[in-house]
């Protein structure tokens, strides 16, 4: 996310009156570039993640890495079945970070709004084009 900030200014005349004889008008532009505290970040293609539910690594992950039933994270990954041969849409997943917050955030990081399922996205790219993620 890019935030561009732009001021205008006039500043005391040369004799202190405050007036525009011998005023001189400044600006300056500034644009820095701000991280988002959330976004999406780039996984697997359909076909990958339709193996991975379908092949049973996805049950040994939660077994021993998290909680919960494949069943249960299959509804994170919505219609994931009509997906296993698409080679070329990848899954999004939400992620956030607190290192991208703002010192005065006043929101607590537990409760950012954040979708709980990550979303399907198929990119057709002219020939020749390759999307670059992070």
Do not use: N
């Not at 005023?23 to 570039?33: H, L, P």
């Not at 996984?43 to 039933?69: M, P, Q």
Request: glycine share 8%.
């Amino acid at each position: 996310m890019q935030i561009a900030v732009s001021a205008e200014f006039v500043s005391a005349a040369a004799d202190g009156s405050g007036g525009s004889s011998g005023g001189v008008v400044s600006s300056q532009s500034v644009t820095a570039s701000v991280h988002p505290v959330c976004w999406y970040e780039r996984s697997d293609t359909g076909a990958e993640r339709a193996e991975w539910i379908d092949s049973g690594k996805a049950a040994e992950y939660l077994r021993f890495i998290r909680s919960g039933s494949v069943e249960e994270y299959k509804t994170h990954f919505p219609d994931y079945e009509s997906y296993a041969d698409d080679t070329e849409g990848y899954w999004y997943l939400p992620t956030c970070d607190v290192l991208y917050m703002a010192e005065d955030d006043k929101r607590s990081f537990a409760r950012l709004k954040m979708p709980t399922s990550p979303s399907m996205i198929r990119f057709t790219c002219p020939p020749g084009v390759r999307l670059r993620s992070r």
